[in-house]
């Protein structure tokens, strides 16, 4: 399957990332070849074969509902680049 | 008298327990070896942390480890200690808690080494050239690279820079640089680590596990780092036996597998020919090698490539610049995310994210990244046939030795291709190690992958144990 610059920079737009014009060709030109090599897999009948999401035999894997010690407001926000009090501070996003 | 840094971790403890020396002599002897020899290898990011908490640390600890010091991954959560994934983006984040191999590895009375290693950024890469810090040399040849994710790692642990070390092992990010670094890896089955505290590449792939100077020190390793954690939904509660029991020196009548799949062209001759007198002297000690297909093995790259960019496009979400890390400037959120991705990423973790994203988004989903999960069972089923008729898998651990810095940076799909003999072992879930098994003419190590049964380490060390000791290549050290 081709994949055309068009179709990159919308997939980077979901992706949220910023590209520049320079990155948008040369990713366009890497990411066709490596599509081209991963359509290898169309070739095999796939019909009767059921997914692995992961290889575990486990499944709704559940804890006990008990209350523990959690990060503490101030620990969370140690690392934040902008905070206001006990919050995350983030651009306006309502006009 | 040897310097401490050039000792394993189990002959340090012999001395440790004898009061011969303390963990600080140790600590003093690396200290002095990494001032000598990182500005030529550039295994350890972030150098100035070094003297400013070589202060900090504890006192001889009674616990087993006994104050023994380890380097740890970039990417593994170490409390008070930057981990930065060495990418941009997160670029200041000193995590606020402890991995749980870290929390293991204290309360067994290591010393967490306050210098990380280097990687490839986030472990996308097989060279540790995608690292924001600049490229890893390889001890052996510093014009050539350490192989990656965990090139820092395994550098660190040939160049005597450190005693032992933690990588991680998405697609062979473990056991690739062990191979080009002459040292041992261990990725080991899922769900025996726990991945808490360790950022997420792949999910459903990723692994910690060791690299060390001899298989006496990967099982101990392993002994401390393996079992059971509730933080962890993936992990599993099954019981870790005595490794120590494993070191048998003993491997007659065991059966082991040769896959055809992996002795094909592209494979470097030198290579091929080290491998097969590795198979010989495993012959030679009383195994019994004989052929066996793995007959989806040419689908694994390109499986690979769908599975892990896409659970890699999911997890990497999250940095955005509002909790942690880099933050563009910008009065607008929407572009605030994209220019602090555009900006904070590197090139091959944008490649990535938008192959990801593109096998998940709508109108492809079914024709990649479900198509990769069908075909991710298939290979699993070549394996639990194989090990229906065999002990272990013997094969390269790389197709070739360690190639130079700047040769496959151009070419994306050429450096994927050289974990071709690693990808399988993490689709399937099963443990493999890479143990020193000779030299190029060149003088480049060659690793021997060994693979075995989900949950059967046991076995990889017992046959990685009988032939190390039988052999010498794990006592050469590169001249630097």
Redesign the interface.
């Known amino acids: 399957?081709a994949?055309d610059k068009e179709?990159?920079k919308y997939?980077?737009?979901?992706?949220?990332?910023?590209?520049?014009p320079d990155?948008l060709e040369k990713?366009s030109g890497?990411?066709h070849?490596?599509?081209g090599?991963?359509?290898?897999?169309?070739s095999?009948d796939?019909g009767q074969?059921?997914?692995?999401?992961?290889?575990?035999p486990?499944s709704n894997?559940l804890?006990e509902d008990k209350p523990a010690d959690s990060?503490s407001p101030d620990?969370?926000l140690?690392?934040?680049?902008?905070k206001k009090g006990n919050f995350?501070s983030?651009?306006?996003?309502l006009e | 008298m040897t310097e401490l840094n050039k000792l394993t971790a189990h002959e340090l403890l012999e001395r440790l327990k004898d009061k011969e020396i303390t963990s600080g002599d140790i600590y003093s002897a690396l200290q002095k070896r990494i001032k000598e020899v990182d500005s030529k290898v550039k295994a350890y990011v972030r150098l100035d942390t070094l003297n400013k908490l070589a202060n900090q640390r504890t006192n001889e600890p009674e616990n087993e480890l006994k104050g023994l010091p380890i380097t740890i991954k970039d990417n593994i959560c170490t409390q008070g200690i930057n981990t930065e994934c060495c990418s941009k983006i997160l670029q200041?984040?000193?995590p606020?808690?402890d991995a749980t191999v870290i929390n293991k590895l204290k309360n067994a009375g290591a010393e967490i080494f306050p210098l990380k290693a280097n990687m490839d950024e986030f472990a996308f890469g097989s060279s540790t050239e995608n690292s924001h810090f600049g490229p890893t040399h390889n001890p052996w040849d510093k014009a050539c690279v350490p192989g990656g994710s965990s090139g820092g790692s395994a550098a660190s642990v040939a160049a005597d820079e450190a005693i032992w070390a933690l990588g991680s092992d998405t697609g062979g990010s473990i056991r690739q640089p062990a191979s080009f670094c002459g040292v041992v890896g261990l990725k080991p089955t899922?769900?025996r680590v726990s991945r808490y505290g360790l950022i997420a590449f792949a999910s459903?792939l990723d692994q910690i596990g060791p690299l060390a100077k001899d298989v006496r020190d990967c099982s101990l390793l392993s002994q401390v780092i393996f079992g059971y954690d509730?933080n962890d939904?993936?992990s599993?509660n099954q019981d870790v036996p005595d490794f120590s029991k494993s070191l048998t020196k003993d491997i007659r009548g065991l059966k082991i597998g040769i896959p055809g799949e992996y002795f094909v062209d592209g494979m470097d001759a030198e290579v091929k020919t080290i491998i097969e007198e590795a198979i010989n002297k495993l012959n030679s000690l009383g195994a019994v090698s004989a052929k066996v297909s793995l007959p989806h093995t040419?689908?694994a790259?390109?499986?690979y490539?769908?599975i892990a960019t896409a659970e890699a496009?999911s997890n990497l979400?999250r940095f955005?610049?509002?909790?942690?890390?880099?933050?563009a400037k910008?009065?607008?959120?929407?572009e605030?995310?994209?220019?602090t991705?555009?900006?904070g990423?590197g090139?091959e973790a944008?490649?990535r994210?938008?192959?990801g994203?593109?096998a998940l988004?709508h109108g492809?989903y079914d024709?990649?990244y479900?198509?990769?999960?069908?075909?991710?069972?298939?290979i699993?089923q070549d394996f639990d046939a194989a090990f229906k008729d065999f002990d272990c898998i013997v094969t390269p651990t790389s197709p070739t030795p360690a190639f130079k810095i700047g040769e496959k940076t151009q070419d994306?799909?050429k450096m994927?291709l050289s974990d071709i003999y690693t990808i399988s072992v993490n689709l399937?879930?099963i443990p493999a190690i890479s143990i020193p098994c000779g030299f190029t003419k060149k003088g480049l190590p060659v690793g021997l992958q060994i693979m075995a049964k989900?949950f059967d380490e046991a076995m990889l060390f017992r046959v990685a144990h009988t032939f190390e000791q039988n052999t010498d290549w794990h006592k050469s050290k590169p001249k630097l």
């Open positions: 399957m994949i179709t990159v997939v980077a737009h979901l992706a949220r990332i910023e590209l520049q990155e990713l890497q990411l070849d490596i599509l090599f991963i359509d290898k897999l169309s095999l796939t074969v059921n997914p692995s999401s992961h290889i575990l486990l894997v804890r990060l620990k969370a140690e690392n934040a680049p902008a995350f983030v651009p306006r996003i | 200041g984040f000193c606020p808690y899922y769900g459903s509730p939904s993936t599993v040419e689908y790259v390109p499986v490539y769908i496009s979400a955005d610049g509002v909790q942690y890390g880099w933050r910008s009065d607008n959120l929407i605030m995310y994209k220019k991705r555009g900006e990423f090139d944008k490649r994210i938008i192959l994203t593109f988004s492809y024709a990649y479900l198509r990769a999960l069908k075909v991710r069972t298939l699993k994306p799909l994927y399937a879930g989900p």
